[in-house]
């Protein structure tokens, strides 16, 4: 299992879960609820190396941010 941290800027909310894999699906399910949205559009931008990413509007602007542990 691999543990998700995970921050949003709107109302400074955060939250962990528990993951198996890495993937965009994943991640919305984890993310559109807190947003209350099940079609917002939120993309991701993932570093390997520092095990975390970005999350991002349509549009480019940042939403918040994960980390891997």
């Known amino acids: 299992m691999i543990k998700i941290e995970f921050h949003l ?4 909310l955060h ?3 528990q993951i198996h ?3 965009s699906d994943i991640l919305q399910r984890h993310i559109l609820p807190k947003i ?14 520092q095990q975390s990413g970005k999350i991002l509007s349509d549009t480019g602007v940042e939403l918040g ?5």
């Not at 941010?65 to 542990?69: E, G, I, R, T, Y």
């Open 15 to 17: 939250w962990s879960a």
């Open 36 to 49: 209350n949205s099940n079609h917002y559009p939120i993309y991701f931008n993932f570093c390997e190396i």
């Open 65 to 69: 941010n994960f980390k891997l542990h």
């Open 9 to 12: 800027l709107k109302n400074n």
């Open 21 to 23: 894999q890495l993937n």
